[in-house]
């Protein structure tokens, strides 16, 4: 059966019940078409809005930090994913990465390399991975 068939098969339907169907409704609401038509697109608008806003915050939001009262600030010694330092990188990359990254997530144990701070990784030669937000 083809999507031609199908369509042949609905066209009855469609007209004999769907057509009357919509055209009671849109008369008995007593609402023209362009008017409704506005409401919808800014309903719409305002709801993309709102969801856009939602996604803004929490792509803002700073990673916890925990910070040592002898260290400087610029120094973690503890993070949620891992005691042994504040960022990962991989023995064999370029760029490190806070713990709970992705990209630190694909790196394998026996690869991974550990810093306290953005300076150690950096004079070890690695650079911020672009797709950690919140890197230095």
């Not at 915050?57 to 990673?63: D, I, N, V």
């Not at 610029?74 to 990359?93: C, D, F, M, N």
């Not at 694909?106 to 701070?117: A, E, G, L, R, V």
Request: hydrophobic share 40%; with cysteine.
């Amino acid at each position: 059966m083809s999507i031609k068939d199908i369509g042949e098969k609905i066209k009855p339907y469609w007209s004999d019940k769907v057509i009357p169907a919509v055209s009671v409704v849109k008369n008995s609401l007593d609402i023209k078409e362009d008017i409704f038509i506005v409401l919808a697109v800014i309903l719409i608008g305002l709801a993309g809005f709102g969801l856009g806003k939602l996604s803004a915050l929490e792509k803002g939001r700073e990673p916890v930090q925990i910070k040592s009262q002898n260290q400087p600030a610029s120094v973690l010694s503890i993070t949620p994913e891992s005691s042994q330092g504040l960022l990962v990188a991989s023995k064999t990359g370029k760029k490190y990465h806070f713990p709970w990254c992705a990209g630190a997530s694909q790196i394998t144990d026996k690869n991974k390399i550990w810093f306290n701070s953005y300076e150690e990784a950096q004079k070890a030669g690695y650079t911020p991975a672009s797709n950690c937000p919140g890197l230095k």
